[in-house]
C-alpha cells in the first residue's frame, strides 16, 4: 500500500531538509571564513615573528638590550592577536617582556615553533615561540621569543563570527522558509486543494493557475468534466428519453406521474392520463416501410407536444403507444379541449416521399384521483379505456369506469381460460340442426365451439371468439374445430347420419393465415366425403384483400367442399358477392327473420330466396324461432332453416339423439 | 488521491537524491585535486634546470611554481615559516633546518659547486695573513660560512684578528675595494662578477678547496615526500630532461633564465657552467662523500 503524504507535509519535510542542507551549507562555509581567518591571523602572526626576528638578529645588542623595547612593545600594542612577547637569551633570562603580561609565566613548554603556525589552531593556540639566531664569530648561539597570543581577544573573534553567521543564518533561514511557504501555498497548494475540491464536486471551474503542470491538469480536469457532463446529458437522455421521438420514456413517465401524486396528494391536484395508441398503425409499417412509421411517429409525437400546455407531459411507452398527462386538471372541459386538440392535428396528413398518411387514433383517459391512486392503476385503466375506445369503432375517446374494468377481468379471465382450453377440453362443438322446410326433416347441422367454464359453465361464443380473433388464440382453435368437425363426420359415415352435411365456421384471422388454413383442411379431409363438410365465411371476412380471399375459396372449392355466405344480409352485403365467389348456400341473417312481419324485411327476404333461387344457391334463414316464421319460408320456397323452432345447439349425444328421434 | 501521493513520492526521492548529490559535489569540491607545491630558489647556477624547467612549462604540468628570493637565508625562513613545500638549498640549509627540527630531507642532488663558490679579496693572501685586521663579508648563516671556515683553515689566517659582518648577496655585491681595509668576500657565481669588476679578486674557490664538499639539492619535508611522490619522481625526471636540454642548448637556455640570474651575460653564463658539477646522477663517490658528511641520500629520488 502506498504510504499517503500530504503536499503540506511534503513541503515542511523538503523545507526541513532545506534547513538541514543551508545549514550545513552555513556551517561549512562558516567554517572556510574561519579557516580563512585563521589563516589570515597566522599569516599576520608569521609576519610579525619574522619580522621581530629579522630585526633582533640584525639590531639586538646583547650589551644594551633596551634598545629593542621600543619596537617590541609597538609590535605588540599595535597588533590586537599578540598579548605579549618575551625575549630569553641563551640561559632562559628574560632581556624583555611586554609591561602589560605581568602576570605571565614564561613557561613555554605548550607553546609551538613558527614553522608549525600554519599547521596550528591559532583559536586554540596559547603561544608561538621562534628562535633568533646570533654568531659569536662563526659559532651559533640562540635567544628565544615568545609570543602570547590574546585569547580573550581571539574567542570573542570566533564567538562574534558564530553569532553574526548564526543570526545571518537564522533570518536567512526564516526568510528563506516563510518566502518558500507563501509561495508553494499560493502557486501549488493552494490550486491543489481547488483542483481537489473541483475533481471532487465539478462545480466552479477554478482560474488558470499559474504552474504550468497544475494548469494542465486543471485543464484536462475541465475538458474532462464538460466532456463527463455531455456524456452524462446523453446517457440521461437516452434512459429517459425515447430515442425516435425525444418525448420521455416509460420509465420517465412512471417517475413524473409519481411525482404528480405526490404533489397531487398535497395539493389536492387533479390529472388525467391520456393512453393513445394509433388506429391501424401496424397496416402502416407493414405497407410503407418501418421508415415512414417512424416518420409518422415522429409526426404524433411533434403534434401532442404542441397541443399540450408546457407542465404537461407526453411520453411515447412504444410501438405507436403514447401517453399524455395533462396536469392541474380542473374539469373534463379542459380534457375534451385538448381531444378536439389532437383529433385535428391529427387528422391533417403526413407526407412523406410519395406517401400520404391520415392518422387517427384511440384514447384511453383516466383520471387522478379516480381512476387510480397510483401510477400503475392510472396507465392501466387509461389503457383499458384505450381498448374500449377501439373496440367502440377506432378515432375516438373513452373516459374510464369501473364496467370497463369489470369487462376487462372478465376478457382476461376469458383469455387464461382459453390458454388451457384445448388442453384441458373446455373446448367442445355443440351441433345446431338445419332442417329441410319441405320435408322437415334435419338435413344438416353447423357446428358451433362452446368454452365451458369448470366453475360457471358454457361462455358465449360472443364473448371469447373476438378475444380469439384478438390474440390469434382462434388459429389453434379453428384447426381443432376442423378436426373435430371432421372426425364427427368420419364418426357419422358409418351411422344413420351419414348424409348430414356439417357446416364449420371460418374466422377472418384463419383466412388471413390462408395457406395453413388449406394445408389443415387439406390434411383433415383425407378418406372423408368432402361433399358433407361446409364452411361458412361471414361477408366482413371477404371485405380486406378480395383477391386472396377467393383464390383460396376457389381451391377449397377445388377440394369439393362447399362454401356457405353467413348472415346475409347485413353488414357489408354486396351482391357482386354471390356474382363471384361460388357460393353454394346463403344463410339469411336472423336480423330478417325476427322482423320478418316488417313488410320491408318480408321484401327483403324474398327478395334474396328469388336471387338465390334464380343462381341456383341454397338458402338457410337463420333464427327461425316459431311456426308463423316457418309458414312464411316455406311460402317463398326456402330450402332450410336453423333456429330454436327445431333446436338450440346441442352437444354431440343430444344432437344424434335428437336425429334419431325424427327418424 | 492516491496517484497524486504516489507522484509526490517519486518527487520528494527525487529531492532528497539531487540535495544528497549536491551536498556530496559541494563537499568534494572543497578538497584540491591536484595541490601546488612550491619550491624556494634564489639566483645560482645550479638552480638553472628550475628555472628552465619554470620558462618551458614543465613545472607548470605539475603545478610547481617557484618562488624566487635573494638568498638562501630568505629561502630557508620562507621553508622555516612553510611558506614553501620545498626548497633548492646546499647542505648547509638543510643542516641548519634539521637542527631546528625539520624533518627535511634531501630527494634530488642538483649539482656540486666545483668553483662556483668563492672567496674574493682586495689583498692577496700573503698580506692578508699579514694584515692585523681583516673584515670578512659573507651571509653567516649559509655555506658561506663552511668555505671561509675551510678558508682560514686552509690558509692558517688567525680568527681573532677577522672580524664577520654579515650581509646578504645584495649588500655584498655592492662593497667596493678600499686600500686602508682588508676585506674578505665569500660569495658565489653570478654575485662574484659584479665584484671582481669592483676590483676585487679571487683568492680560493670550491675548485681549490677540496677539504669541502658544496652540493645543491631539492630539500622537502619528509610528509610532503610521501603524499606527493609520484609528482616528485616526475619532478625529479623533469630537473633531469631540464639539465639535459640546458647543457646542450647553452644559448637557447640562457634567453630563458638570464632573468633568474641577474641577467648575467652570455659569457659569463656559459663560463659559469664551467664552476659546477651536474649530480642529478649522483656517482659513488659524491654519495660516499656525502655519507661522511652525514647528509642523507637515501631518499633520493633516481
Known amino acids: 500500500m502506498i504510504k499517503k503524504l500530504s503536499i503540506k507535509s511534503f513541503t515542511i519535510i ?116 621562534f628562535s633568533i639566531k646570533f654568531f659569536n664569530k662563526l659559532e651559533p648561539y640562540y635567544y628565544h621569543g615568545i609570543i602570547e597570543l590574546d585569547s580573550n581577544y581571539l574567542n570573542m573573534f570566533v564567538k562574534n563570527k558564530i553569532i553574526k553567521y548564526f543570526s545571518f543564518f537564522i533570518i536567512y533561514i526564516i526568510t528563506i522558509m516563510i518566502t518558500l511557504w507563501l509561495i508553494i501555498n499560493k502557486v501549488i497548494i493552494h490550486p491543489l486543494e481547488k483542483l481537489r475540491q473541483y475533481a471532487y464536486y465539478s462545480t466552479k471551474i477554478p482560474r488558470p493557475f499559474f504552474i504550468n503542470e497544475i494548469e494542465g491538469i486543471r485543464y484536462s480536469l475541465e475538458f474532462t468534466f464538460k466532456r463527463l457532463k455531455k456524456e ?72 401532442l407536444l404542441n397541443v399540450v400546455r408546457d407542465n404537461d407531459i407526453v411520453a411515447r411507452l412504444g410501438g405507436d403507444e403514447f401517453v399524455v398527462v395533462l396536469t392541474d386538471v380542473k374539469n373534463d372541459k379542459e380534457i375534451l379541449s385538448v381531444l378536439k386538440r389532437i383529433k385535428i392535428e391529427l387528422s391533417l396528413p403526413v407526407t412523406y416521399e410519395q406517401y400520404t398518411y391520415n392518422a387517427s387514433c384511440s384514447i384511453g383517459i383516466s383520471l387522478y384521483p379516480k381512476d387510480g391512486n397510483n401510477v400503475t392503476d392510472l396507465l392501466k385503466n387509461a389503457d383499458i379505456a384505450m381498448y374500449k375506445a377501439k373496440d367502440l369503432g377506432k378515432n375516438d375517446f373513452q373516459f374510464f369506469e369501473q364496467t370497463l374494468q369489470e369487462e376487462i377481468q372478465e376478457r382476461m379471465k376469458i383469455q387464461a381460460l382459453m390458454i388451457d382450453g384445448l388442453e384441458n377440453h373446455y373446448f367442445e362443438l355443440y351441433y345446431q340442426p338445419k332442417v329441410d322446410i319441405r320435408t322437415n326433416k334435419i338435413v ?46 368420419r364418426i357419422w359415415s358409418n351411422t344413420a347420419l351419414k348424409d348430414i352435411k356439417l357446416s364449420i365456421n371460418i374466422s377472418i384471422v ?70 363471384t365467389i361460388p357460393f353454394d348456400t346463403i344463410k339469411i341473417d336472423k336480423s330478417f327473420i325476427d322482423d320478418f312481419e316488417n313488410s320491408q324485411d318480408r321484401s327483403f327476404i324474398n327478395m334474396i330466396v328469388a336471387i338465390a333461387n334464380e343462381l341456383n344457391i341454397e338458402v338457410v334463414a337463420e333464427g327461425v324461432e316459431n311456426k308463423k316464421q316457418l309458414e312464411f319460408l316455406k311460402d317463398i320456397k326456402c330450402q332450410q332453416y336453423q333456429g330454436y323452432l327445431c333446436s338450440k345447439p346441442l352437444p354431440i349425444h343430444k344432437f344424434e339423439k335428437l336425429f334419431l328421434n325424427q327418424v | ?23 556530496l559535489i559541494l563537499s568534494s569540491c572543497s578538497k584540491k585535486e591536484n595541490t601546488e607545491l612550491k619550491i624556494s630558489t634564489n639566483p645560482w647556477i645550479g638552480y638553472a634546470p628550475l628555472f628552465y624547467a619554470k620558462e618551458m612549462g614543465y613545472l607548470e604540468t605539475l ?32 643542516f641548519a633546518l634539521k637542527e631546528i627540527g625539520e624533518d627535511i630531507v634531501p630527494i634530488a642532488l642538483l649539482d656540486r659547486s666545483d668553483g662556483g663558490d668563492i672567496v674574493l679579496s682586495n689583498k692577496s693572501i700573503d698580506q692578508l695573513k699579514n694584515a692585523d685586521q681583516i673584515f670578512a663579508y659573507l651571509e653567516i648563516d649559509s655555506i658561506n660560512i663552511d668555505i671561509i671556515k675551510d678558508f ?151
Open chain 2, 152 to 302: 682560514i683553515k686552509h690558509h692558517k689566517l688567525d680568527m681573532n684578528k677577522i672580524e664577520f659582518i654579515n650581509a646578504d648577496q645584495v649588500q655584498i655585491t655592492e662593497l667596493k675595494t678600499s686600500k686602508n681595509k682588508n676585506m674578505l668576500i665569500v660569495t658565489y657565481v653570478p654575485y662574484n662578477y659584479n665584484l671582481e669588476e669592483n676590483g676585487f679578486i679571487q683568492l680560493a674557490s670550491t675548485k681549490d678547496l677540496n677539504q669541502i664538499i658544496v652540493i645543491d639539492a631539492i630539500l622537502v619535508n619528509k610528509k610532503i615526500l610521501i603524499t606527493h611522490r609520484d609528482k616528485l619522481q616526475e619532478f625529479k625526471s623533469i630537473i633531469n630532461k631540464s639539465i639535459y636540454e640546458i647543457t646542450k642548448n647553452k644559448q637557447a637556455s640562457y634567453k630563458l633564465v638570464k632573468k633568474y640570474l641577474d641577467n648575467m651575460p652570455y659569457k659569463e653564463y656559459e663560463e659559469s657552467f664551467d664552476l659546477i658539477k651536474w649530480e642529478n646522477i649522483p656517482s659513488k663517490e659524491i654519495l660516499d662523500k656525502l655519507k661522511n658528511i652525514s647528509y642523507e641520500s637515501k631518499y633520493l629520488i633516481k
Open chain 1, 232 to 303: 452524462q446529458d446523453e446517457l440521461f437522455n437516452l434512459s429517459t428519453r425515447d430515442p425516435l421521438s425525444g418525448l420521455y420514456n416509460r420509465l420517465s413517465l412512471i417517475e413524473r406521474i409519481n411525482w404528480l401524486i405526490s404533489k397531487g396528494k398535497r395539493a389536492k391536484n387533479n390529472f388525467a392520463v391520456l393512453f393513445l395508441d394509433l388506429d391501424n398503425f401496424k397496416n402502416i409499417n407493414d405497407s410503407y416501410g418501418h421508415n415512414f412509421g417512424d416518420i409518422v411517429l415522429q409526426h404524433i409525437s411533434e403534434v
Open chain 1, 444 to 489: 344438416a347441422c353447423e357446428a358451433l365451439v362452446r368454452l365451458i367454464d369448470p366453475k360457471t359453465g358454457i361462455i358465449s361464443p360472443d364473448k371469447f371468439i373476438t378475444i380469439a380473433e384478438e390474440n390469434n388464440f382462434i388459429i389453434p382453435l379453428g384447426d381443432w374445430i376442423i378436426e373435430q368437425a371432421t372426425n364427427q363426420l
Open chain 1, 14 to 129: 523538503s523545507m526541513f531538509l532545506i534547513f538541514i542542507s543551508s545549514g550545513y551549507l552555513f556551517y561549512q562555509s562558516f567554517l572556510d571564513t574561519k579557516n580563512n581567518t585563521r589563516v589570515l591571523l597566522e599569516e599576520n602572526i608569521q609576519f610579525n615573528i619574522l619580522n621581530t626576528k629579522y630585526y633582533l638578529e640584525k639590531n639586538l645588542n646583547i650589551e644594551n638590550p633596551n634598545r629593542i623595547k621600543p619596537y617590541l612593545n609597538n609590535i605588540v600594542y599595535t597588533n590586537d592577536i599578540i598579548k605579549a612577547m618575551t625575549i630569553l637569551d641563551t640561559k632562559n633570562n628574560i632581556i624583555y617582556q611586554t609591561t602589560l603580561s605581568d602576570d605571565f609565566k614564561h613557561d613555554h613548554t605548550n607553546c609551538i615553533g613558527m614553522s608549525h603556525i600554519i599547521d596550528s589552531n591559532i583559536f586554540k593556540q596559547r603561544c608561538y615561540t
Open chain 2, 63 to 94: 603545478n610547481i611554481s617557484l618562488i624566487h628570493n635573494i638568498s638562501l637565508s630568505e629561502s630557508t625562513k620562507l621553508y622555516s615559516i612553510g611558506k614553501v613545500d620545498m626548497i633548492a638549498a646546499t647542505q648547509h640549509e638543510y
Open chain 1, 510 to 579: 384463419q383466412l388471413n393465415n390462408n395457406a395453413k388454413l388449406f394445408e389443415t383442411i387439406k390434411y383433415n379431409i383425407k378418406d372423408l366425403d368432402v361433399s358433407k363438410l361446409d364452411i361458412e365465411l361471414t361477408e366482413s371476412v371477404l371485405i380486406k384483400d378480395f383477391d386472396e380471399k377467393l383464390k383460396i375459396i376457389h381451391k377449397l372449392k377445388e377440394l369439393g367442399l362447399s362454401i356457405s355466405l353467413d348472415d346475409f344480409g347485413t353488414g357489408y352485403s354486396s351482391l357482386s358477392y354471390l356474382k
Open chain 2, 1 to 23: 488521491m492516491l496517484v497524486s501521493s504516489h507522484i509526490i513520492g517519486v518527487v520528494m526521492k527525487k529531492i532528497i537524491f539531487t540535495i544528497f548529490i549536491s551536498l
